[in-house]
């Protein structure tokens, strides 16, 4: 049976910082990541998708946590071809920030951001959450080789935002794509109702990682504030709903990690909690 580590897609949300969930005297930068990692043994970093991680930043995290804890990194933005404010670019790219050239520095900056994680063997993954509009076909097939080529010998998840990959015969075509690069799927939780939602399908592509991410059931989502799109309470039977899941990653995969990604306050640490109970893990 894999390991399973449990945790939530950011420390450092502002919601839960302003929360109250972490006590007076923890509420700086290392304070906060000390606190977390003392109750959960994974954590996703999001701000590198807002940003290009910086080799300092990776090292102080390795230090300020335990040797056995990990962090998934999610992929900066342009690398999954998502908007990108102009202000996170570093200086000096070619006009056409899409060009081969500026994509080829901004992976390079990227490659060097995470390397102090990766020499510490604290990597988990890097996540690359793939836009709706990026649907199965010619285009995305493209973008998978290529991001495989650049990512040779990184643990790296996907999760897909279109619910075409998951969906009929696809969903074995999509499995079998990733399986050939060695990458892990990502299952998702959400609202079902939706007419984009993905289906909770639960695939292992890799023998060494599975992933889940629940981002909540909001009706919402991918109309309102982020507040409103991530705005859940996780029930107890909404959460065991998916423990055999969780189990049966777990037993075809060394090790699964399961992430909260309801943050509106402190919802996701305590749905992450009540998880790792019912999990017992």
Request: glycine share 8%; with cysteine; net charge positive.
């Amino acid at each position: 049976m894999g390991e399973i580590l449990v945790g939530t897609c950011s420390w450092t949300d502002r919601a839960l910082v302003g929360s109250g969930w972490y006590p007076p005297g923890r509420r700086d930068a290392e304070g906060r990541l000390r606190h977390y990692a003392g109750r959960f043994p994974v954590v996703e970093a999001d701000s590198t998708y807002y940003g290009l991680p910086n080799e300092r930043t990776s090292r102080l995290w390795a230090e300020r946590t335990p040797e056995d804890f990990v962090f998934d990194v999610k992929a900066f933005s342009l690398l999954t071809g998502h908007p990108t404010r102009p202000a996170a670019l570093p200086p000096g790219l070619p006009g056409d920030v899409r060009s081969p050239k500026a994509l080829d520095e901004v992976w390079r900056r990227f490659t060097d951001g995470v390397e102090p994680l990766r020499e510490a063997g604290r990597l988990g993954a890097v996540l690359f959450q793939f836009p709706p509009w990026l649907r199965p076909g010619a285009r995305a097939r493209a973008v998978l080789a290529d991001c495989a080529e650049r990512t040779a010998g990184w643990p790296v998840c996907v999760e897909f935002r279109h619910p075409d990959w998951w969906r009929g015969p696809q969903e074995r075509t999509t499995a079998e794509a990733l399986r050939s690069y060695g990458f892990a799927a990502v299952a998702v939780d959400m609202e079902p109702s939706l007419p984009s939602a993905v289906p909770p399908v639960t695939p292992v592509t890799s023998p060494r990682l599975a992933v889940v991410r629940l981002h909540g059931r909001s009706p919402a989502w991918g109309t309102g504030s982020k507040e409103d799109r991530f705005r859940h309470e996780y029930t107890d039977g909404e959460l065991r709903e998916w423990l055999p899941r969780v189990r049966a990653l777990a037993g075809r995969a060394e090790r699964v990690h399961v992430l909260f990604n309801n943050c509106c306050a402190d919802a996701a640490v305590r749905a992450a909690t009540r998880m790792r109970a019912l999990l017992d893990c």
